[in-house]
């Protein structure tokens, strides 16, 4: 048996992924798997007859595989667990060479950083960040922290080399005073970037959510205000000697989070958080999965800039409070 066609390392998952085969002679059944080697489990299966040679579009199962997953705990580099696939597709039993895959759009071999497109980012001590890390041949992070424009404490990492990705976790409750400043100097192979991170009081109202866009990137937003409306989902009622009486009652909290003025842009992008089927409410070193309860974006227009209402509730049985 031989592979006729193999995808590059990281090739753009929106377009055909196309693995082919070809047969000395014609088989009457072919079996063909995709397995995820890095999870070691099977994507999917195809089964083919009477064929000598075929093909298959392993894109469309790749996409449903991404579990992307929030880092717990403090400042740190992970692996990038559920944001990306090391692939392998079985023919009769015979393997191809493995290849990666990912939404972030890597170009094989070159180091690359994957973070907002400004340098500089407010946070509370009670949020995180997130920077995604294409390091093949690894490299270094260093981190100051300002308490007063005054320089309180260093951090320095090693980036290990990895194939896969990797995620920067940037948040300050790390620091026993209250910082001012965090800035992060990250150099890789050919690559010397830096951001800043002003470090404000959050307000008791304020949410910051994490998501996954269309494209299956992490984004974050933080929602300055919040209301709380609690809706009954279910009563549970029985018939007595009293009358009609009412035994059991569920409800629910719902948070209505409210954004800022924003550009249409932002809003758009903002909109995502209702197509998305990854949702978390962070907490800094922790985050709570949540659902989405919208199902449509609520905008309020102000002339150039406008602002969207989106409700969630705790995906937690017992309804952890969000």
Not at 60 to 69: C, G, I, T, V, W
Not at 135 to 143: F, K, N
Request: glycine fraction near 6%; aromatic fraction near 10%; hydrophobic fraction near 35%.
């Amino acid at each position: 048996m031989l592979f006729t066609s193999i995808p590059d390392n990281y090739a753009p998952i929106n377009k055909p992924l196309l693995y082919g085969f070809s047969f000395e002679v014609v088989r009457d059944v072919v079996d063909v798997k995709i397995v995820d080697i890095a999870h070691n489990r099977t994507l999917g299966a195809r089964r083919f007859y009477d064929v000598q040679s075929g093909q298959i579009d392993i894109a469309p199962y790749l996409k449903r595989s991404f579990e992307p997953r929030p880092v717990d705990g403090f400042i740190n580099v992970v692996d990038a667990e559920g944001f990306y696939s090391v692939i392998v597709v079985e023919v009769d039993g015979e393997r191809s060479p493995q290849r990666y895959f990912s939404p972030y759009p890597v170009c094989d071999g070159e180091a690359t950083l994957f973070r907002s497109a400004t340098k500089q980012q407010t946070l509370s001590h009670t949020e995180s960040d997130y920077i995604v890390i294409y390091a093949p041949r690894g490299g270094s992070v260093g981190m100051e922290f300002y308490v007063e424009e005054w320089l309180d404490s260093q951090l320095n990492m090693e980036i290990k080399p990895n194939d896969g990705l990797q995620i920067l976790k940037v948040e300050a409750s790390i620091c026993n005073l209250p910082v001012n400043e965090i800035v992060v100097n990250i150099n890789l192979d050919g690559i010397d970037d830096y951001l800043t991170y002003r470090i404000e009081p959050k307000s008791e109202l304020s949410r910051r959510l994490m998501w996954c866009d269309k494209d299956g990137t992490i984004q974050f937003y933080t929602f300055p205000s919040c209301r709380t409306r609690h809706s009954v989902v279910e009563k549970q009622r029985i018939n007595s000697e009293q009358g009609l009486r009412m035994v059991d009652c569920q409800t629910e909290s719902v948070l209505s989070l409210i954004s800022d003025y924003e550009t249409v842009a932002e809003i758009e992008r903002l909109g995502g958080i209702l197509e998305s089927g990854f949702v978390w409410l962070d907490k800094g070193v922790s985050s709570v999965r949540v659902d989405v309860v919208s199902t449509e974006s609520v905008v309020r227009y102000g002339g150039a800039l406008n602002s969207l209402r989106v409700d969630i509730r705790s995906c937690d049985r017992e309804g952890g409070r969000l």
